[in-house]
């Protein structure tokens, strides 16, 4: 029994596509390792700094294991669109927390739209789903 696929999942992807994806998609991938790396380390200046967000010491460590799974998930092949989703989602949060505490909040939604261009760029069953306007 054969499954069929779309022509545009199975057809051949520029390279310049693919790398340009890749490099988008290392971005928000490397910013989200780092901090976690900080949340996990419980680093003394990043911790001041956590503190006037309204968080607790106590769940810098359980953020930052979100945070590595979302990225490890994204960067998997065949898990990518639900790292995608779950990276988009963590990101919300982190704006929503910038916001609340009046701090500038422009670079979690970059890094959102990091995730998601570099991942319409090399994934073709992404902007088969989600084509933009010819």
């Keep these: ?32 390792f780092f901090s976690a790396s900080m949340k996990v380390s419980h ?18 460590t359980p953020i930052g294991i ?3 799974a979302a990225a490890v998930i994204y960067a ?7 790292g995608a ?6 990101l919300g949060g982190a704006v929503v927390t910038h916001v609340r505490v009046g701090e500038p909040f422009v670079a979690p939604i970059v ?10 760029l090399r994934d073709a069953r992404v902007r088969e789903l989600l084509p933009l306007a010819k």
Aim: net charge positive.
């Design 66 to 68: 979100v945070e590595i």
């Design 111 to 120: 890094l959102g739209i990091l995730v998601w261009a570099g991942l319409y």
């Design 1 to 32: 029994m054969t499954i069929a696929t779309s022509a545009t999942a199975t057809a051949p992807q520029a390279a310049w596509k693919v790398w340009t994806g890749r490099v988008l998609s290392a971005l928000p991938v490397l910013m989200l």
């Design 76 to 82: 998997i092949p065949k898990t990518r669109v639900l």
């Design 43 to 60: 680093a003394a200046a990043f911790m001041e700094a956590w503190s006037k967000f309204g968080f607790p010491e106590s769940t810098a």
């Design 85 to 90: 989703i779950l990276m988009t989602a963590y």
